[in-house]
């Protein structure tokens, strides 16, 4: 977190972000609505893959998200949705420690753990949709077993890589 602030003070300070803030501003959607998040384990932020449209699936608990749940989700959600056409890339969950750069507010108080696929097109994300729609265990324990589990009904945000993306290749 310390290196966190010292990069954030020095990019937002710096000659690049003042030359190109306002046109980086304009592609932004919705800058307000930003959680602080760290990988979920040790190897699971991003790599290098490739594709074409990212989705990000926030699942909200009650408490902060444990060992167990991230055991659930590798060993029984994942391979799921894997066998129905998601490649999952990352995976995240709350920071806990205090936003240590207040000129970029961060949600606090909230547990979340955040998974994101890559799909080469959205043409792909819509066939696995269809396919986990299909799916006779996703529709029945891994769907209960979810909701058990989670505070409300998960977020999807389907994410399109900027042209100069790197998940572009």
Not at 26 to 39: E, F, Y
Not at 53 to 73: E, G, K, Q, R, S
Request: aromatic share 10%; glycine share 6%.
């Amino acid at each position: 977190m310390p290196a966190r602030a010292d990069a954030l003070k020095a990019f937002y300070s710096g000659p690049v972000w003042k030359a190109h803030r306002e046109a980086v501003n304009a592609t932004i959607d919705d800058s307000d609505n930003v959680l602080l998040l760290r990988p979920a384990r040790p190897d699971s932020g991003f790599g290098s893959e490739k594709g074409g449209l990212m989705i990000a699936t926030l699942y909200y608990f009650d408490a902060p998200v444990d060992v167990a749940f991230l055991d659930f989700f590798d060993h029984s959600v994942e391979p799921l949705l894997a066998e129905n056409g998601a490649s999952i890339t990352a995976r995240f969950v709350t920071e806990s420690s205090a936003n240590n750069f207040p000129a970029l507010p961060v949600r606090e108080g909230e547990n979340v753990f955040v998974w994101f696929s890559l799909f080469p097109d959205p043409a792909a994300y819509d066939r696995h949709l269809a396919n986990l729609a299909g799916s006779p265990r996703w529709n029945g324990e891994i769907s209960k077993a979810l909701a058990r589990r989670l505070k409300r009904t998960p977020e999807v945000l389907r994410l399109s890589p900027t042209a100069r993306s790197e998940i572009h290749g």
